[in-house]
């Protein structure tokens, strides 16, 4: 919303509200698709693909948010739940993103906040290791 400020809603009085907290969700939604799939989610590539040797350039990334669809988190893959709360997190239009405290309640959250364990961290544990591996080889 910083670079392509048609998709920021007007205030009704014919100024558009600014950069707000749900730039941080969407930063949110990619922290979460570059841990699941192991890279970066730009340039967008099928699940289990390599990171691109060179790494894309300031322009080339800046298209790729602006002008193309989010990542998405492939469901044959991932938990429904994770799913929709990436799909969330990533909707290109602000005013369509849920607000952080919005976002507590959502069943992919209130299942850690319960207690329940996920294996999240053994899982993150196994992608930091298979990423590593080909460094260290």
Request: with cysteine.
């Amino acid at each position: 919303e910083r670079i392509d400020s048609s998709l920021l809603e007007s205030d009704g009085a014919g100024k558009q509200k600014g950069y707000d907290i749900t730039a941080d969700v969407f930063s949110l939604g990619l922290a979460i698709v570059e841990l699941g799939f192991g890279r970066y989610p730009y340039p967008i590539l099928p699940f289990g693909a390599a990171a691109p040797a060179v790494p894309m350039g300031y322009w080339a990334l800046l298209e790729q948010l602006v002008q193309h669809p989010a990542p998405v988190m492939p469901a044959e893959h991932f938990s429904a739940p994770c799913c929709e709360f990436v799909d969330l997190c990533l909707r290109k239009r602000p005013a369509e993103r849920p607000v952080p405290s919005e976002l507590l309640g959502h069943p992919f959250v209130a299942r850690c906040a319960a207690g329940e364990d996920l294996g999240v961290g053994a899982w993150v544990c196994d992608v930091l290791d298979s990423v590593r591996a080909p460094m260290y080889s």
